[in-house]
């Protein structure tokens, strides 16, 4: 088979579309055919060798796929050959084939073309497990998404007005924050020219924010803490800001607040299993029923997946940026 591999870190000119040997399913897994993949900020983090695959994961980027299931490794049960999934993976998903634990697999919502399914396992179990398994985000609350137009940020706009919240999006674009409107963001905040915090004290007559998710880590810390309401929750997911930053302790304790930092990819089987199924439970329907649908920026060849890369580096897309194979 094809896959990309990273024979030596760099920058999206190191990815290198070449023959490698074919994954074999081990107990408990599934083989996949690969039909497409997706580009994630994990992904660029891997190619600059700065976030390693967890032991025993493929050794290519790629940390979700749609395809066909090829074959059942030992020990499988509830799938067949020929069924149509995506999974959630700890890598290899930018390859022709790859071997996927049957809990990380999900079947192709109702009404979705099997394509356009790579979009999903990522964002819907980051934003599920983080928004609503963690910091529990309730009807009526007030979310905060950093980055509102990213692949994570449109899926959680709509998961969120999906139970009835309100929430709010920074992005830096007009036509960024137009599209999350179009998908039901009810505060747009553009972080270039307007401050995030003052918004949201305006937008909530001073009450804050009941959960943020934030992409950015340290930059964002101080800021965020002010930003939240009595009994807030900030949940980080990314550190696009950095990895040290300063907190006001007493802030924190004077709201009651709380801070989780969670990452999909080195979770055990386990965890990953209980997302993954939680997500088909909740969000699965929500697919069928046309409510929540994955935004899809553009599609490209996967053997062309440095101008995806390029294009995440440079945050010029809205939405997932897909790799088909061929």
Known sequence: MYAITIPEPGGPEALVWAEVPDPVPAEGEVLVDV????????????????????????????????GRIAALGPGVSGWAVGDEVCALLSGGGYAEKVAVP?????????????????????????VWSNVFMVAHLRPGETLLVHGGSSGIGTMAVQLAKAVGARVAVTAGTKEKLERCAELGADVL?????????????????????????????????????????????????????????????????????????????????????????????????????????????????????????RLLDESGHIGKVLLLTP
């Not at 190619?47 to 032991?55: A, F, K, V, W």
Request: neutral net charge; hydrophobic residues 45%.
């Open 189 to 309: 905040i553009n972080y270039r020219e307007q401050d995030f915090v003052e918004e949201i004290r305006q937008a909530t007559a001073g009450a804050g924010a009941d959960v943020i998710l934030d992409n950015m880590g340290a930059k964002y810390l101080d800021r965020n803490v002010q930003s939240l309401a009595v009994n807030g929750r900030l949940a980080i997911i990314g550190l696009q800001g950095g990895v040290k930053g300063e907190l006001n302790i007493n802030t924190l304790l004077r709201k009651q607040a709380a801070i989780t930092a969670t990452s999909l990819r080195a979770r055990p089987l386990g965890e990953k299993a209980a997302i993954v199924a939680a997500v088909r439970e909740h969000v699965w329907p929500l697919m069928a029923s046309g409510h929540v649908r994955p935004v899809i920026d553009r599609e490209l060849p996967m053997s062309e997946a440095a101008m995806g890369h």
């Open 102 to 126: 049957a809990g990380q697999l999900l079947p192709v919502p109702d009404g979705l073309d099997v394509r356009k399914a790579a979009a999903l396992p990522e964002v819907t179990c980051t």
């Open 35 to 66: 039909v497409a993949s997706a580009v994630n900020r994990a992904d660029l983090l891997q190619r600059q060798g700065l976030y390693s695959p967890p032991p025993g994961a493929s050794p290519y980027p790629g940390l979700e796929c749609s």
